[in-house]
């Protein structure tokens, strides 16, 4: 059985040693996969490519390397954790990184993907908080700070968005409908998959036949979507294995 491999929102972090073991179990079946995507967050916080990485992680990233030299394409897209991951730890560890929206196609089928953060556009203040951190002369002064100061920015940022997460209501934190559709239209694609908001779901569009497949993260278990024999699977997979939570296939958008 060949298959195409997504996941995001692992936040792989060295107080969570049970995420590298998810991750290892879906390295293995990755073994045999056409490809494997990541869509952001793989990394809980990373301040650029001369942070150290964690002995706890280091296992993780030497499974990744191993995958993608044994031949199995690595995709790495940003997320709104990890988006300063550059090319130097890319190409230590294997990965391709691709933009923030690609378009892919898996038999014949457009396929948009994206971390999911900028479809949530009900957010304002988030949305001016992530326009501000992705510009380039804002990350160029970020760099040039020293290491343990980025590391302190980061610990202080993290904790004011578990606050201000907490107060906000969940629908603004949601992709927004109108904000998918027109993405979908400017990338010429009917399905989307993403993460970012945690809410893992296969969700019908209107007009039919079109999909938003949504990843969740790794907290309690691996969330996980495959494409395989022309459907997409939404899976858990846990310590008592693995559970399709829902599928779907991918048709073609009638004109």
Known sequence: MSETLFIADLHLRPEAPTLVTR??????????????????DLLDYWVGDDQPLHDSLRPAFEALKTLADSGVPLYLQHGNRDFLLGEKIAARFGFTLIPEYQRIELDGHPILLCHGDSLCTDDAAYQAMRAQFRHPAFQAEFLAKLLPERLAIATALRERSRQESSLKAQDIMDVNSDAVRATLDAQGCHHLIHGHTHRPALHRLTPPHALRAVLGDWEDAASLISHREGQLHLERIDESGTHIIDQAPLAHQPT
Do not use: M
């Open 23 to 40: 991750l290892h179990t879906v390295l293995e079946r990755a073994q045999k996969a056409r490809a494997l995507y990541i869509l952001g």
